[in-house]
């Protein structure tokens, strides 16, 4: 599923993708968010809206990671 945002405020330009996650162990699917435009991409899960990615450029214009998980 692919929705660009440009209504009610939103920002021309941002993309919303959803893709599947995971399960849990009862069954119930885990979905994840993806927003991107030109300067941000983040990528969120629907159970807690955890932060899985939130990539942003450094100073040189380069895409990077900066979101750190303590569970890798």
Known sequence: MMTTL????AVA????TKAGFGKLPDGTAIDIYTLKNAELKVR???YGARIV???TKD???R???VCW???R
């Open 44 to 46: 969120i899960t629907n």
């Open 6 to 9: 440009g209504a009610h405020g």
């Open 53 to 55: 990615s939130l990539a």
């Open 59 to 61: 100073r040189d214009g």
């Open 69 to 71: 998980d303590t569970t």
């Open 63 to 65: 895409m990077g990671d």
């Open 13 to 16: 330009g941002t993309a919303v």
